[in-house]
């Protein structure tokens, strides 16, 4: 158990009792959290992460394990960032399409066309975004635009990319290769064109999220990242979610990700690690969010707490209800208006939460190793942050040891038992 000699933490458990919960009580549970944690890094799933669970509105644990990198020279601590990956999708375009609908000013049962007028007559521009937002559209997955622009030897073309910044070639990928600034309307094409399934069935597809930006623009009339933060992050005090965070922050703060051999060539570090994102400037609502576990319980315990924050609705109830429920109920989609749910059957080994977590659940997990979920019928709320590409995005360790439900498991045999 050689991390628990390394294992330098920032936790916060209250000393008396809260919330009903006993000190001997939440000593248990930190155990058992701890050990789910450690057995992680010694099986080196991670170098390091964030667990925060929060109880009836309170924060009853918060804390930080190993290190950024498994050269173990930088302790992970409670502030510092993590890149959040899908979690993304939850918290940045999300909330303020709630916040539309409860203004009237978004219909779910619209056509995409009918808020991205230059997808009018395409495949995707009819689909619903119920059913988009559902995965429930038969939309493609996922696009590796990089690769689109690459030309049989395997350089980049000119017309996208150049080694040195310009006017023209602004968008930094890295200190060697700059993206032509005005390749978003090409991304933008290739999702028009993007192949659509008749009668489909469930499937995720992030396409999307990389529109809704521009989409929120429209219905906003303002700059996508400066309402998200004065509409929501500022409001709530969520001041460690952010895009393109050294802007921010200092690099020591933030935690990095994967050795990209394919497009950066370089350790990530700072930037969003989804390439997509990377190819938007790091803004995206696919990917690029950054942030520590503190911030990003402040965000869902909002949601938990029905839109309001310090008596204040930021988000209409109504809309919350409706976009963390779900609106198909084939066996295989789990899904609420984004948001992810558990499965309708509880299925051990398939499950990517615990078992007694409540039907009314909802919340999202990120490929960099990332996993939030809020409980408004207990009333529990846990964030689970990682790096688990670090070196490599072939490290599953994670998802194979069950890292995430287990520690769920461990949180709910706590506080839920007579």
Same mark, same amino acid.
């Given at each position: ?57 309170? %924060? ?19 502030? *510092? ?7 993304? =999708?939850?918290? %940045? ?37 119920? !059913? ?43 200190? $060697? ?10 991304? *933008?094409?290739? @999702? ?6 008749? !009668? ?31 509409? @929501? ?12 965070? #050294? ?9 990095? #990700? ?14 969003? *690690?989804?390439?997509? +994102? $990377? ?30 924050? !310090? ?7 109504? +809309?919350?209800?409706?976009? #963390?429920?779900? *609106? ?11 948001? /992810? ?5 509880? =299925?051990?080994?398939?499950?990517? &939460?615990?078992?007694? &977590? ?11 190793? #990332? ?30 040891? /069950? ?16």
């Amino acid at each position: 158990m050689k991390y628990l000699l390394f294992l330098l933490s920032l936790s916060f458990l209250i000393p008396t009792t809260a919330n009903g919960q006993s000190t001997q009580k939440l000593a248990t549970m930190e155990a058992g959290i701890d050990s789910i944690v450690v057995e992680g890094l010694n099986a080196k799933a991670y170098p390091g992460a964030q667990v925060l669970v929060a109880y009836q509105g309170k %924060t009853i644990f918060s804390k930080s394990y190993g290190f950024h990198t498994y050269d173990s020279l930088r302790s992970v601590d409670n502030a *510092h960032l993590y890149d959040l990956a899908s979690i993304t =999708k939850v918290s %940045t375009g999300l909330p303020l399409l709630m916040q539309e609908l409860g203004r009237g000013n978004l219909d779910i049962e619209a056509p995409l066309e009918n808020y991205f007028p230059k997808f009018k007559n395409s495949a995707i521009g009819a689909q619903r975004i119920k !059913n988009i937002l559902s995965h429930q559209a038969g939309l493609k997955p996922y696009i590796v635009y990089y690769q689109k622009e690459r030309k049989k030897n395997g350089e980049y073309k000119k017309r996208f990319f150049r080694d040195a910044y310009s006017n023209k070639y602004s968008i930094r990928i890295t200190d $060697a290769l700059f993206l032509n600034k005005k390749y978003k309307n090409r991304i *933008h094409k290739y @999702i028009r064109k993007a192949p659509v399934v008749n !009668n489909p069935s469930y499937k995720y597809s992030g396409l999307f999220f990389l529109l809704l930006p521009d989409i929120i623009e429209r219905i906003t009339r303002e700059s996508y990242p400066i309402v998200l933060y004065k509409s @929501i992050y500022e409001k709530i005090g969520a001041d460690r979610l952010c895009y393109n965070p #050294t802007e921010r922050f200092l690099l020591e703060q933030i935690v990095p #990700t994967e050795f990209d051999s394919t497009f950066r060539n370089q350790l990530v570090h700072g930037t969003v *690690h989804d390439e997509a +994102a $990377a190819m938007l400037s790091g803004v995206s609502c696919n990917a690029g969010l950054f942030g520590n576990a503190e911030s990003l319980a402040k965000l869902f315990q909002l949601y938990l707490d029905n839109g309001q924050y !310090n008596g204040e609705m930021i988000i209409d109830s109504a +809309a919350v209800s409706t976009f #963390t429920s779900r *609106h198909f109920e084939e066996d295989e989609n789990r899904r609420g208006l984004g948001f /992810d749910k558990p499965l309708l059957k509880y =299925k051990a080994g398939a499950s990517h &939460v615990a078992e007694k &977590v409540s039907p009314e659940s909802f919340g999202h997990g990120g490929f960099t190793g #990332t996993f939030v979920w809020a409980d408004p019928t207990n009333d529990i709320l846990m964030v689970f942050l990682s790096n688990r590409v670090y070196p490599s995005r072939e490290n599953r360790k994670v998802y194979q040891m /069950d890292i995430r439900p287990r520690i769920q498991g461990v949180i709910y045999n706590h506080l839920l038992e007579k």
